[in-house]
């Protein structure tokens, strides 16, 4: 559960960076690329240290499934945006308007997060008061 707790809080601060990054007053098209690409690699790294933490713990509260729809597929967003940042890099502001739509994906992965992360403790609570 609580790699669970802390990958739906890190997903929720990327998110936030993300729309600070998109924020930034005029920003240059390479300053984005290089922000993006280093938070998503920090953000990768991240995700394999949780999902290894949650596969491998003795009181498993997700199920292999789970496991990869909460660490898998946000890694992989993750991994996705780098190529297609490397454009930005090079002044092509065209691609930031396709990664609107991945980080769409991406808080709907970490909202589900919340979700099961919330279903776990009030099952938790309950029997715990039982």
Known sequence: MRALAVNTFVSFLFL????F???????????????????????????????????????RTLGSGRIILRFILP??????????????????????YWLAGL????LGLAVTSVWDLM???GRDKRSSAT
């Open 16 to 19: 936030l960076l993300i729309a």
């Open 119 to 121: 279903l776990i403790v």
């Open 103 to 106: 980080f769409l994906i991406q």
């Open 75 to 96: 890694g992989l967003g993750y991994a996705l945006v780098i190529p297609l940042v490397l454009p930005v890099v090079d002044g092509d502001y065209s691609w930031l």
């Open 21 to 59: 990054i998109y924020l930034l007053p005029a920003p240059t098209p390479p300053l984005w690329g290089w922000l993006l690409i280093l938070t998503n690699l920090i953000s990768v790294g991240r995700v394999i240290v949780q999902g290894l933490i949650a596969y491998r713990t003795k009181d």
